[in-house]
């Protein structure tokens, strides 16, 4: 046995050291971790996405039984291929025997060169965190779509891991350095040193020892010395409950941004242990702490160099500090504290030379602009000065003091609203071992707010602070934020204060008193006003019991566009050392509906925890009022609908719920639903909110049993209720960057229904709604169909209507649209950037057949079913503007039809804005023509703005379609149009009229007016008893002679009040051409114009008698000239110049001007009895050519009774053979004296020469 031992010790002493030397010398050449290398940088990107690439990694061992791993570069890049992470080498080493005891000691771990570079993604993340954000999302994604794998139980390893001690004692970074790059903004912050050495031992304690510089680009700021020691605060590992539902992300603030806001500079030396004392859990500091040379930058103001030093023993620690506002003016504090529990006291000395209030109001003014607070401490000015010298000493129960504190002649003023702050003034003296405050007091906008009182020797206090109805509108407008007051008016308000403190500094007491009156805050808008008649508050403490109440008065909430008021008369609060309790309140929602309010918090000082129910019933006329009058008149409502509520919060949760029922007999909707007809409706909202995260959740419209309670205990309510439209929602992140994971609106089940003001109408509806992403601009998708809507009271019908989101965009598409035989397809495309100024980017309007005719009958039908809307009470002066725009769109009707009017093919472009619809490049077919154009419409004051062409239109269907007048005037037109009207009714639109219409008819033919006999009708030839008897037979002569074809028909109109304008319209015919001017009253059809034409001498040579009179065929002797006729020729002429002759269109091509008349016709009266229009019926002549038959005409005998019907040459002659039988009697030389005077006949030959 004996040799056996001596054996096995020997073969153990041989052993051992053939395996130390193995581990030494053998296991660290014959173990090539470098073959690993494709499984450990799998192992990496497989669980952080992470691409992990090194140098040579080799295993180390030491004589002290440790093991480790040394290795050359490496590098840590992100997936996209940015380096996060570098070093140029890596070593560190574990002590294998503390692995026997369950712990980790790693002994020595030393990295060269380590490089930390961190990117900011657009201001929003950092790039490493968004790497690890969606590992985490990808994990809960996974875990939300198998959710067998979050059900799998952990298997259970040999050791518990949670006992296993880890120590690293000694954590060496060369040359490091660590970067925060903000790429976007083209700045960074670089930490760098020569070397830190770190220690952590197993979550007690940690050090930190190095020397740093902290770099603003390239710029050092802050030089750092640290030594630090500190022991480690237990963190309570609460078990949080994880959704899966919930998008996780980091939060994130811009360290380079805000870095660079202040631009701290300072430079810091510490040395630092610090420890917990085990039992009172007291801090504990030894070490010291030196800050100095520091300031910041405020809004480009630059701070003088301030410190701060700390020297610390235990719980009791010496202070020195200097805070300088400029370079002259500083608060220094310097002294002893010891904050033990056992004896605490203070031995404090403040010291200030004069502070002066303009400095600080700077400084404040520098604060807020950094921070980006918009303010107008630009406008106010300040006086006055702080001045300190004092020193407090007491152990809180003895006090000894000397010294004082002074503010005088301050004042504070804004030169828009005047003195703020004024006659500000404070007297403490700390003389004679008391602290005591005299005659100390301020000027809020001329009202006092009072401070006095002491503290003496033997640390008693008492102390008052009041204030009498302080103005609050003042300090708001001086100090609220800019961005806020131009939003909201705090009208009126004021505060009352009355608080004493008395008693000893360990148990003291303290009462507060206050009293807010007549507050009335309103925003610019005009959406509400928000006001409080009285608000008393009142607390004290008391041997450690707290008592306390609060009444409140006349609350009112209006909302003066709805005229709505929500008022709250009377509400108490009582307040007790531990609960604050809301009594019951009832709340009154316009005239009728009461909602009652009760709640309390339990633990407020501890475990704080709240409940707050609401229960009531809003009468449904007073929710209608909210609604507006507008929209009332298209609901149907009926009854009071029951509402209950509750409220509850306990540390990081929060509970809503709101409930509210409908049934037959108490309701309010705009739409039917069949599906619930017989049965209650139940809405449901449930919100809860946990930390950071809020879940919506069983939540929506419900059904239930007619004849169902509605209960206090809110969840009993959902028992047998059955989902109708279901409300379901998550956002994560609310501390950070508020992210939607899931909000959704369904329809589970297509329903049935009706519009309530059309009692026949029907339809089914479907759909879902579902948003995700950043609350700010979340991305949308789903869709609400409609289906087989019918609403037969305006003869109209759809067969399906969609409104479809994807993302942020939104279409509607209604298919299949018959509105009383006219069909039509509308598509409208916008997305809600553009819809939070109610933009529509597109809408398309399609139809095969539009009935106009038909369709006014179903606006009408429509005009007639829509409820009154109720008149406002006073007529509002202002148009009222359309607010919608549409960006663009375009039309395209196959076929409008109105009448016997078909239009073919009408296409166009349309937009909206500033209530303006364009219709752009019109272009339609229509009566042999086309129409192109721009029209133009102010949908609210009705102008319109036409400028469209038209070609080849048939004159004479357009005529007989349009006006129904038939053989007027046929060709082909062609037009221009420019013009502007205004109004609905024709009045106001003819009234309105203006602009200018250019046409050309061609190769066509006038109706009465195109017909030369017509012009003979005129009133002057009929009334003459020559004329009247011998027109019938010119007529007749004449009537197969075509006057009424023309070659071109064309003309100029102008319109203005109601006229228009003809300038000129003019006609060139074969037989006829025209000249027509005047003008058309369009309101009573009335017309005043003169035509002026020329006629072919083929012509008129057929008139016979009328063309005798024609001034040119007058000095002709022309054979049958009656002489009545000829010596009344000066009444059926008109004296024209040659340049009026001109404006006559010559004849048609061909046609000699030489023989051809012209003549005048003078219309008058009303245009729908073109006969009876014509007044006149002259010729046109020259000036020259008038006077020449006059003289002819004077050389006519003047006929005798009876000879009137004679012919001139007959006159002629009768006066001849007169002239000879008188003659036969008389001698020769009776006649010799006549040879001077020659004789009637020699005189009409002579003139028959000329």
């Not at 701070?303 to 023993?313: A, G």
């Not at 009444?551 to 108490?572: H, Q």
């Not at 007639?864 to 359309?882: E, F, V």
């Not at 006729?1125 to 004296?1135: D, G």
Request: aromatic residues 8%; contains cysteine; glycine residues 6%.
């Amino acid at each position: 046995m004996k040799k056996f031992f001596t054996i096995t010790g020997y073969l153990i002493l041989g052993v051992i050291p053939c395996l130390y030397l193995a581990f030494l010398f053998y296991l660290p050449r014959k173990i090539d971790l470098n073959t690993y290398k494709p499984d450990i940088q799998k192992l990496v990107k497989d669980n952080t996405n992470l691409t992990l690439d090194y140098d040579d990694l080799k295993l180390t061992t030491s004589p002290f039984l440790e093991a480790g791993i040394k290795t050359g570069k490496i590098r840590v890049n992100l997936p996209d291929g940015s380096e996060v992470l570098s070093a140029n080498s890596f070593k560190g080493k574990v002590f294998l025997p503390s692995l026997l005891l369950r712990s980790v000691r790693i002994s020595n771990v030393e990295i060269d060169t380590p490089k930390l570079n961190i990117e900011i993604l657009n201001n929003e993340s950092f790039k490493v965190g968004k790497v690890y954000e969606d590992i985490v999302n990808k994990q809960r994604k996974e875990r939300l779509e198998n959710p067998t794998i979050e059900a799998v139980e952990p298997q259970n390893l040999p050791i518990d891991v949670s006992k296993v001690k880890i120590f690293a004692p000694s954590v060496n970074l060369k040359n490091y350095s660590a970067v925060i790059d903000d790429t976007k903004a083209h700045h960074k912050l670089t930490l760098k040193g020569d070397k830190l050495k770190l220690g952590y031992f197993n979550g007690k304690t940690a050090k930190l020892k190095t020397e740093a510089k902290l770099l603003s680009d390239d710029n050092t700021n802050v030089v750092a010395k640290l030594d630090i020691d500190t022991f480690l605060p237990e963190l309570k590992k609460e078990k949080k409950f994880q959704n899966n539902e919930e998008v996780f992300s980091l939060p994130f603030v811009n360290p380079v941004t805000a870095y660079r806001t202040y631009d701290l500079k300072s430079n810091i030396n510490t040395k630092l242990k610090i420890r917990q004392h085990k039992i009172d859990k007291t801090i504990l500091l030894n070490g010291y702490v030196d800050v100095e040379n520091t300031t910041v930058k405020l809004s480009g103001l630059q701070l003088p160099e301030s410190y701060f030093k700390l020297k610390s023993n235990g719980t009791v620690s010496d202070i020195d500090t200097n805070i300088y506002v400029t370079d002259s003016e500083y608060l220094n504090l310097f002294g002893t504290v010891d904050y033990g529990k056992d004896n605490p006291y203070i031995d404090l000395k403040l010291k200030s030379p004069k502070v002066h209030f303009a400095n600080l109001l700077n400084i404040t003014k520098a604060y807020l602009d950094t921070i980006h607070i918009q303010n107008d401490i630009a406008n106010m000015t300040a006086s006055g000065y702080l001045l300190a010298n004092a020193s407090l000493k007491t152990d809180f129960k003895d006090i000894t003091s000397t010294g004082k504190i002074l503010i005088r002649n301050g004042n504070i003023s804004d030169k828009n609203i005047g003195l703020i702050f004024n006659n500000m003034k404070a007297n403490i003296f700390l003389d004679n071992n008391t602290l005591q405050v005299l005659d100390s007091r301020v000027l809020i906008n001329n009202k006092p707010l009072v401070f006095s009182g002491k503290i003496d020797s033997n640390s008693i206090a008492n102390f008052d602070i009041k204030a009498d109805k302080i103005p609050l509108s003042g300090l708001y407008l001086a100090f609220a934020p800019k961005d806020i007051k131009e939003e909201y008016i705090l009208s009126s308000g004021n505060l009352s204060l009355n608080s004493k403190v008395t008693g000893e500094i360990k148990g003291i007491s303290a009462l507060l008193k206050t009293d807010l009156e007549n507050l009335v805050l309103r925003d610019r808008a005009g959406n509400f006003i928000l006001s409080n008649s009285d608000s008393k508050f009142v607390i004290a403490n008391y041997s450690g019991k707290i008592f306390g109440k609060m009444i409140n008065k006349g609350f009112l909430f209006t909302l003066p566009k709805t005229n709505s008021v929500i008022k709250d008369e009377l509400l108490t609060i009582n307040i007790d050392n531990k609960n604050v309790k809301l009594n019951k309140s009832k709340i009154r929602v316009n005239n009728h509906s009461d909602i009652y309010l009760s709640g309390n918090i339990k633990n407020y000082l501890s475990d704080m925890e709240t409940e707050f129910r609401a229960d009531g019933g809003l009468v449904v006329s007073d929710i209608a009022s909210f609604i507006g009058t507008d929209a009332t008149p298209y609901l149907s409502m009926r009854g009071t609908i029951p509402i209950k509520a509750l409220f509850s919060t306990h540390g990081k949760r929060m509970k809503v719920i709101v409930q509210a029922i409908a049934n037959d007999s108490n309701y309010i909707t705009p739409i039917k639903i069949n599906n619930l007809d017989g049965k209650q409706s139940l809405f449901q909202f449930i919100l809860n909110k946990n930390d950071d995260s809020i879940k919506i959740a069983n939540s929506g419209l419900y059904s239930r049993n007619q004849n169902a309670q509605f209960n206090d205990n809110l969840y009993s309510n959902m028992g047998g209720a059955k989902e109708v439209v279901s409300i379901k929602g998550m956002v994560s992140n609310l501390n950070t960057t508020p992210f939607i994971n899931l909000f959704k609106i369904s329809i589970p089940r297509e329903l049935d229904g009706s519009i309530c003001i059309f009692n026949r109408s029907k339809f089914t509806v479907g759909g879902h709604l579902f948003s995700f992403g950043n609350l700010y601009s979340p991305r949308l998708t789903g869709d609400l169909t409609i289906r087989n809507l019918e609403i037969p009271e305006i003869q109209t019908k759809m067969r399906h209507g969609i409104l479809n989101i994807n993302n942020r965009n939104l279409n509607i598409s209604l298919n299949d649209i018959d509105a009383n035989g006219s069909d039509f397809r509308i598509t409208t495309q916008t997305n809600f950037d553009l819809l939070q100024t109610m933009t529509l980017s597109n809408v398309r309007v399609f139809s095969r057949m539009l009935d106009v005719d038909k369709l006014m009958i179903a606006s009408n039908n429509l005009m007639k079913s829509l409820p009154a809307t109720p008149a406002s009470s006073t007529a509002s002066k202002t148009t009222t503007n359309i607010p919608v725009t549409v960006q663009r769109g375009i039309i395209h009707f196959a076929k409008i039809k109105s009448g016997n009017i078909v239009a073919d093919n009408t296409t166009g472009r349309i937009s909206l804005a500033n209530n303006v619809l364009h219709l752009d490049r019109l272009r339609t077919h229509s009566m042999g023509g086309s129409v192109d154009g721009n029209i133009a419409m102010n949908l609210a004051t009705t102008d319109l703005a036409v400028k469209v062409q038209g070609k080849n239109f048939d004159v004479e269907k357009v005529l007989l379609e349009l006006a129904n007048m038939k053989d007027t005037l046929s060709g082909t037109m062609n037009f221009s149009t420019n013009i502007t009207l205004k109004g609905l009714t024709m009045e106001e639109q003819l009234k309105t009229l203006k602009g200018s219409v250019d046409f050309n008819v061609k190769d066509g033919q006038l109706g009465p007016f195109g017909k030369f006999e017509n012009f003979l009708m005129a009133e002057n030839l009929r009334e003459n008893a020559f004329f009247s008897s011998t027109i019938g037979s010119v007529i007749t002569n004449i009537a197969t002679i075509d006057t009424s074809h023309f070659n071109s028909l064309y003309g100029h109109l102008t319109f203005k009040d109601g006229w228009a304008n003809i300038e000129p319209i003019k006609s060139q015919g074969n037989v006829m051409s025209m000249y027509i001017a005047g003008k058309i009253n369009l309101l009573d059809n009335s017309a005043d114009m003169k035509l002026r034409a020329k006629l072919a001498s083929t012509f008129s040579d057929k008139l016979g008698p009328v063309a005798n009179i024609n001034p040119v065929n007058l000095i002709k002797n022309t054979p049958g000239l009656n002489v009545v006729a000829a010596k009344s020729f000066s009444i059926f002429c008109q004296s024209v110049s040659t340049e009026e002759l001109k404006a006559i269109p010559h004849l048609g091509k061909g046609k000699t001007e030489g023989n051809a008349t012209k003549f005048q016709v003078v219309l008058h009266g009303d245009t729908r009895k073109p006969l009876k229009m014509i007044k006149s019926f002259k010729w046109l002549a020259l000036d020259s050519e008038i006077q020449s038959a006059k003289d002819f005409v004077d050389t006519i005998p003047t006929p005798a009774e009876g000879e009137e019907g004679m012919t001139v040459e007959e006159l002629i002659k009768l006066k001849e053979e007169q002239s000879t039988t008188k003659t036969q009697g008389t001698t020769i030389e009776q006649l010799e004296p006549e040879e001077s005077n020659p004789s009637f006949f020699s005189k009409l030959k002579n003139k028959k020469k000329k």
